[in-house]
């Protein structure tokens, strides 16, 4: 699976209901788990942004539907990294040479 780092900030709308937000998280957990992902990590941020998950996908297309889904739920905005592991990573830089 491929891994992914969300960014996010909430919107007006969810910062209203910031109360509400774990039942959301797990809705958001089941909604990607039935896509075949997993969430592997959910901070509480300081600063730029409000939240940063990382999570797993079967490919991009999943991630893309996923970020859609939570977008149009209007609680949040965010921005997705697709995240290579260190074994990707010295296979990209050992290309290089």
Request: charged share 20%; glycine share 8%.
């Amino acid at each position: 699976m491929t891994t992914y780092v969300m960014l996010a900030n909430w919107t007006d709308q969810g910062i209203r209901n910031a109360p509400d937000s774990a039942a959301r998280l797990d809705k958001a957990k089941k909604a990607l788990s039935d896509m075949g992902g997993i969430f592997r990590s959910v901070f509480l941020t300081m600063g730029e942004f409000d939240l940063v998950i990382i999570y797993e996908a079967p490919d991009d297309a999943v991630a893309a539907r996923f970020s859609l889904q939570l977008g149009m739920l209007g609680n949040i905005r965010s921005r997705t990294m697709k995240a290579f592991p260190e074994a990707a990573y010295q296979e990209i830089i050992g290309s290089l040479a």
